[in-house]
C-alpha cells in the first residue's frame, strides 16, 4: 500500500495495480477503519478499482498549527489503516436488484443473444446467477461498477449510442454489466430494467448502492415490474 498527495487537499492510497475482489475488499476495510476514527479533517473518501482517494480541509490543519498538512494526514491514515489481504466477504452484504429482462425493459437482450449463439432466457440465467461486486460508483450518480459478468455473455458496447437510457436500465458493455441510475445518453447493450431507484437526491444517503457491497440479478415478470412501479 502506497500513500501520496495528490493535489494541495488530497491523498491518494495505492492498493497495487491489479483489478480484483481482494483489492476492493482491502479498500473497502480501510475506508472502515478511517471512519472509525472521526478524524475531524477527513471530507471525503472516493474508492476506485485500486486506489482510494481521501480529501481534507487542509485549511483546518494549518489553523491548528500544522506546517505540512499532507504529511500529517499521511501519517494518520498510516497509523489507523491496516488492511488484511485475506479479508472474507463471508460477511459482506448481498442486495437483490429486481430486473425485467427483455421486451420494451430490455430491447438488446436478443441481440446479446444472437451475438453468442445463445438463447434469450440462457442468457438471463448467466446475467442473473453471479453475486456481483461492487467496485465503485461513477459515470452517473450511483452507477455501479461491477465485477463478476460471466465472460461467455461479455458483449461489445452498441456502435451507435442512444441519446436516452431510462433510468434502472441495466445493460453490457464489454466485460462489464451496470445499472443507469438516472435517464442519460449511453452505448451499453440494455437487456433488462430495474424498478428500483439507485439515485435519490432528496435522501441522505442518495445513493441505493455503495462500493464493497454485492448484488445479485432478481428476473422478475412485467407485471410484476409495473406493480412495483406504483
Given at each position: ?76 491514515l498510516t497509523a489507523c489503516v491496516s488492511?488484511?489481504?485475506a479479508t472474507s466477504a463471508a460477511t ?82 464489454g466485460s462489464q454489466t451496470g445499472i ?51
Amino acid at each position: 500500500m502506497e500513500w501520496m498527495p495528490f493535489g494541495e487537499m488530497a491523498i491518494r492510497m495505492q492498493f497495487g495495480t491489479s483489478v480484483s475482489d481482494v483489492t476492493q475488499r482491502q479498500i473497502t476495510q480501510a475506508m472502515a477503519q478511517i471512519d472509525a476514527q472521526n478524524i475531524p479533517y477527513i471530507q471525503e473518501m472516493i474508492p476506485a478499482y485500486t486506489t482510494l482517494t481521501v480529501l481534507y480541509d487542509a485549511i483546518y490543519l494549518l489553523t491548528q498549527g500544522i506546517k505540512n498538512p499532507a504529511q500529517a494526514v499521511i501519517e494518520t491514515l498510516t497509523a489507523c489503516v491496516s488492511v488484511d489481504a485475506a479479508t472474507s466477504a463471508a460477511t459482506t452484504k448481498i442486495i437483490d436488484i429486481p430486473v425485467c429482462y427483455g421486451g420494451e425493459y430490455g430491447p438488446d437482450l436478443e441481440e446479446v443473444a444472437s451475438y453468442h449463439q445463445l438463447s434469450v432466457k440462457e442468457v438471463i440465467k448467466r446475467h442473473s446467477t453471479p453475486h456481483y461486486l461492487i467496485y465503485m460508483l461513477g459515470f452517473a450518480p450511483g452507477f455501479p461498477y461491477l465485477g463478476g459478468l460471466d465472460e461467455t455473455i461479455a458483449t461489445p458496447r452498441k456502435k451507435s449510442p442512444r441519446l436516452k437510457i431510462e433510468a434502472g436500465s441495466v445493460g453490457i458493455a464489454g466485460s462489464q454489466t451496470g445499472i443507469y441510475p438516472i435517464e442519460t445518453p449511453g452505448g451499453w447493450q440494455i437487456i433488462g430494467r430495474t424498478p428500483l431507484a439507485l439515485f435519490q437526491p432528496e435522501k441522505m444517503p442518495p445513493t441505493l448502492l455503495e462500493a464493497g457491497a454485492m448484488i445479485r440479478f432478481v428476473p422478475i415478470s412485467a407485471a410484476d415490474f409495473e406493480e412495483m412501479m406504483a
